[in-house]
């Protein structure tokens, strides 16, 4: 890497950053759709499963890894084998443009933090949301009309990103995070409290917990949860391993993962209690049925939320911005983690310095962004979210497992790892694990998906999903083949 601080001043630096990257914007309005939608109470069965035998095997095996190679993620597939050098500038591409949508998001976000304050939505925010402010439309015309209070508040977004990454790990990331991870929890606390106070909070909650038992038969339930765990823990994305990779010598990085994951399931639990309680409440106003309310994807936050605060009176013009405003703090912690994989590697692989690096990033994601600023941008981020999420994303983890499992020989990490755990000890569960198990459930996932989007795509999606593709396969072939600037690119740094 260039010649700056690139470790954690803390393991608390490290423990909150982990924290952050994996309680982001989605953990607010995904999961309490996703528990509702697949047997409610019923879910945890499988929920539970999937954090014991895919999510914290994985992210130990990301953890261990990293911090092994203390180095970005395809430097350290190069040392492992160079064949595999693609899938190691894969990922962390893909992983841009992830950010480049979700930080359009974290704009939308960040507008209805001003407009909450005085309820700008009006007396329809479905039709505010989708028609005013998104100008939303499925003809590709519309990629030629650019929103410009959108353009503005996804520039703002980048701006924030980077100035906070741009500086040093410890000064900026490490900072951040320990100012916002518990103010990000305080606030929530504080939001869901209120909203078991109202009245018909009850309501939804029965409608939230009441178990489905019958849907445990169903295999759809089942692949729900290992989704919900790879989205929420943020599997394969490169984070995990990047910042393991800045660890201290002596991090405990067993415990760590466990914590990780605690606060994760903890906090999305809790936020489904806030949202479905808010339900209960509109609900009983209403007279509308709460399932007839709960809406996926986005629309919990910016349609069904304002929905309630319309018939919550004059305390909405507090609550409203508050809780928009802790969404954002939510959606921070994640951008700044999905930055941080591309800008090592390419510190590492080119020799620029961290400031440059971010700054570069920072104009090329604001470019890219724009075209989610535009009257077509909501649905080309639908498509966006699904291909990179569903399709690339998952092929590349599945990858990323078996080279880490087999090829690399996870096995010879676990003498270092059990050293330092001071709360579990790994040992033959977990490489059974990571060798068969997660693989083959992760390929059932990828082809269900993979199936999925293309049975159901029009002509526009599939073109669209077809673009990118070739941007991804494409920007990944470019940064493998030009020539390393960085003395040390083929140099082995392990720690174990």
């Given amino acids: 890497m260039a010649n700056e601080k690139n470790e954690w001043g803390s393991n608390i630096s490290f423990l909150l950053a982990m924290i952050g990257s994996a309680v982001g914007l989605g953990n607010i309005w995904r999961f309490p759709y996703v528990l509702y939608s697949n047997g409610g109470g019923a879910f945890y069965i499988p929920y539970i499963t999937a954090v014991l035998i895919l999510g914290i095997p994985f992210l130990i095996l990301e953890y261990g890894v990293g911090y092994n190679f203390k180095s970005s993620f395809p430097k350290a597939i190069r040392s492992i084998s160079k064949?595999?050098?693609?899938?190691?500038?894969?990922?962390?591409?893909?992983?841009?443009?992830?950010?480049?949508?979700?930080?359009?998001?974290?704009g939308w976000d960040g507008f209805y933090v001003i407009i909450s304050a005085f309820?700008?939505?009006?007396?329809?925010?479905?039709?505010?949301?989708?028609?005013?402010?998104?100008?939303?439309?499925?003809?590709?015309?519309?990629?030629?009309?650019?929103?410009?209070?959108?353009?503005?508040?996804?520039?703002?977004?980048?701006?924030?990103?980077?100035?906070?990454?741009?500086?040093?790990?410890?000064?900026?990331?490490?900072?951040?995070?320990?100012?916002?991870?518990?103010?990000?929890?305080?606030?929530?606390?504080?939001?869901?409290?209120?909203?078991?106070?109202?009245?018909?909070?009850?309501?939804?909650?029965?409608?939230?917990?009441?178990?489905?038992?019958?849907?445990?038969a169903d295999f759809n339930i089942w692949m729900a949860a290992f989704g919900q765990i790879i989205f929420s823990l943020s599997l394969g994305m490169c984070i995990a391993f990047t910042y393991a990779s800045y660890a201290q010598d002596d991090s405990d990085l067993v415990s760590n993962v466990l914590y990780v994951a605690v606060a994760n399931c903890g906090f999305e639990n809790f936020a489904a209690i806030g949202v479905f309680s808010i339900l209960g409440y509109m609900s009983l106003q209403s007279g509308v049925a709460v399932p007839d309310l709960v809406t996926q994807g986005t629309g919990l936050v910016f349609i069904v939320y304002p929905e309630v605060f319309n018939v919550l009176g004059g305390i909405a013009n507090i609550i409203g911005p508050l809780f928009f405003f802790t969404v954002y703090l939510a959606g921070i912690t994640s951008v700044l983690a999905l930055l941080e994989p591309v800008s090592v590697s390419i510190q590492n692989k080119f020799g620029w310095s961290r400031n440059k690096t971010v700054t570069v990033l920072c104009i090329i994601g604001g470019a890219c962004s724009m075209i989610y600023a535009t009257a077509m941008g909501s649905y080309i981020l639908g498509i966006a979210d699904t291909f990179l999420n569903q399709i690339a994303l998952l092929i590349g983890v599945i990858f990323e497992c078996i080279l880490f499992a087999w090829i690399f020989d996870a096995s010879k990490i676990i003498p270092s790892l059990n050293k330092n755990s001071k709360t579990l000890k790994i040992g033959k569960w977990w490489i059974v694990a990571i060798k068969y198990i997660i693989p083959i459930v992760l390929g059932f996932v990828w082809i269900g998906g993979l199936f999925g989007v293309i049975s159901s795509g029009s002509i526009v999606e599939l073109s669209i999903l077809a673009i990118l593709a070739v941007i991804l396969i494409g920007f990944t072939v470019i940064l493998k083949k030009l020539p390393a600037k960085s003395k040390d690119w083929d140099e082995t740094q392990q720690r174990l």
């Fill in 83 to 106: 064949k595999w050098e693609y899938l190691g500038w894969f990922l962390p591409v893909a992983i841009f443009m992830i950010l480049v949508y979700y930080i359009s998001i974290l």
């Fill in 119 to 216: 309820k700008g939505w009006g007396a329809d925010p479905n039709n505010y949301f989708t028609n005013t402010f998104l100008q939303s439309t499925e003809s590709v015309s519309g990629i030629a009309s650019v929103v410009p209070v959108i353009a503005v508040s996804i520039l703002a977004g980048w701006f924030i990103l980077w100035f906070i990454s741009h500086r040093n790990l410890e000064d900026g990331i490490g900072r951040v995070s320990k100012a916002l991870v518990p103010l990000l929890f305080i606030i929530m606390i504080g939001i869901v409290i209120f909203s078991l106070t109202l009245p018909g909070a009850g309501i939804g909650l029965s409608q939230l917990f009441n178990p489905d038992w019958s849907l445990l």
